[in-house]
């Protein structure tokens, strides 16, 4: 009898000796086992919001070595233990844009039964970016770092002018072989004071048909007093090893994704149209000519299906597309530049950010009341009241003047190319008649090419 009580006495001391805190005689202590957890390593734009993590585990467990959990960099938390799950609450947020690593050391907990400790695990992941926000202050110098001094001579120009007077500008062709400027001094004796270039075949040049590397037609008007524009419309391969190449959302397998991602053929097509480009730019910046910069414009996410394949995969994508252009343009030395954004209706989660942007263009189609137009200047202004605002595609509007009457204060205007335009005295242009034109330059807030300044002085 007495042998029987000392067995059971032994063993309800056993029990009571394996559980947390104790059982280092235990020779088979089980090891919690992480089945799940509430962000995976690698995880990105994880919420910079106050956090609540949850790890869990494959079996009951307590609270071993607290201070192995670790989040770098550092951020208040609190760890606690029920049942299955480990809980690590980051109560006052996280900094946007940052790359965590969430270190769950060996022995931060243990199993409740056997007192094994859990094995290491690394958490590695990276918050989402702050949301924008509109500021109110203007960045008066340009993003570029050490831009071209007659590259801020001009910008300064611009704010000084801007809301008492507006440039005015329009298109060459596509394909370089025609000139709206010209068309509009044929019509009212005055050149615009922007001429407006497009690079959408880049992919085809240097051709017989279009060559980029022959910049005497830009060289021409930029020697003859007017500020010079240019548009990427960025034509891509259709598919991988593709010759036909396009804009078109539709007709292209490309992703954006895999453009950011070294080694796949996206990346290949991003690098050398970037190196195409910027050797273009870098002709042109070696001559002394600044460019109004406007690429991957056209914006429609917000109203209907994407009908540009840079617009397809969302705003994050596109902006990391935006930066990489911008800070590989940068590498390379180009200091020619006035980065010019567009915004279409809200799409403000496409914005690259104000460091990367000098002033943000609208595009206005089919706007023929003076109110109405004021009202896209205002959401405009809304949305970057530190930014100069211009409209970079003009299409079938209310005079120039009257919107600024109403309250417009465009900084700029560009109208776009009709390319069935034939130059006849009666051919009515489908994006501002020679009425609208010969209005403008009666309005003498409306600046022509021949009233700009010397910016070289």
């Not at 918050?127 to 300064?156: C, F, G, H």
């Not at 005497?216 to 020697?223: I, L, T």
């Not at 414009?297 to 930066?323: A, D, L, N, V």
């Not at 343009?329 to 950010?353: A, M």
Request: hydrophobic residues 40%.
């Amino acid at each position: 009898m007495m042998r029987k009580l000392h067995i059971i006495v032994s063993l309800v001391s056993l029990l009571l000796f394996v559980g947390c805190g104790g059982g280092e005689d235990i020779v088979d202590k089980e090891t919690p086992v992480i089945v799940s957890q509430s962000i995976v390593s690698g995880a990105v734009d994880v919420a910079a919001t106050p956090q609540k993590v949850l790890i869990v585990f494959n079996r009951a467990i307590c609270e071993g070595n607290v201070g192995a959990v670790a989040l770098d960099p550092a951020a208040p938390m609190e760890v606690s233990v029920d049942d299955k799950v480990l809980t690590i609450n980051l109560y006052e947020g996280l900094e946007y844009s940052t790359a965590y690593t969430l270190t769950l050391g060996y022995g931060a907990v243990l199993d409740q039964l056997t007192g094994g400790e859990n094995s290491e695990r690394i958490i590695q992941f990276t918050t989402d970016e702050k949301p924008y926000r509109p500021s109110l202050t203007p960045n008066y110098n340009l993003v570029t770092d050490n831009a071209l001094p007659v590259a801020q001579s001009i910008y300064d120009y611009l704010w000084k002018s801007n809301g008492n007077s507006v440039l005015s500008g329009a298109s060459i062709s596509h394909r370089w072989t025609a000139s709206d400027c010209d068309w509009v001094y044929r019509k009212t004796g005055k050149y615009p004071a922007i001429a407006s270039f497009d690079y959408r075949y880049l992919y085809a040049s240097p051709s017989t048909s279009m060559n980029y590397t022959d910049t005497s037609m830009v060289e021409e008007w930029w020697q003859s007093g007017g500020l010079v524009a240019a548009t990427w419309l960025w034509m891509v391969p259709k598919r991988e090893g593709s010759s036909a190449c396009t804009f078109n959302n539709e007709d292209t397998t490309l992703s954006i994704g895999n453009m950011l991602k070294e080694g796949s053929w996206e990346s290949q097509v991003m690098q050398r149209d970037f190196e195409e480009m910027a050797d273009i730019l870098l002709l042109l910046q070696q001559k002394g000519v600044v460019v109004l910069w406007r690429p991957i414009p056209h914006i429609t996410h917000s109203t209907k299906e994407p009908y540009y394949w840079w617009e397809r995969e969302g705003g994050k994508k596109y902006r990391q597309m935006w930066r990489a252009m911008f800070d590989y343009f940068e590498s390379r030395g180009v200091r020619n530049l006035i980065w010019i954004w567009t915004l279409v209706g809200d799409d403000v989660e496409y914005y690259p950010g104000n460091e990367y942007v000098d002033m943000v263009g609208g595009e206005l189609h089919n706007k023929y009341y003076a109110d109405t137009c004021f009202g896209s200047w205002e959401n405009m202004k809304y949305w970057f009241p530190n930014k100069m605002l211009l409209i970079s595609d003009l299409q079938k509007t209310a005079p120039i003047g009257q919107q600024l009457d109403a309250g417009a204060m465009w900084g700029a205007f560009v109208s776009a190319y009709d390319g069935a335009n034939d130059g006849s005295d009666d051919y009515v242009h489908q994006a501002a008649s020679a009425e609208w034109w010969s209005a403008a330059f009666a309005d003498e807030r409306v600046i022509s090419r021949d009233e700009l300044p010397n910016f070289e002085k």
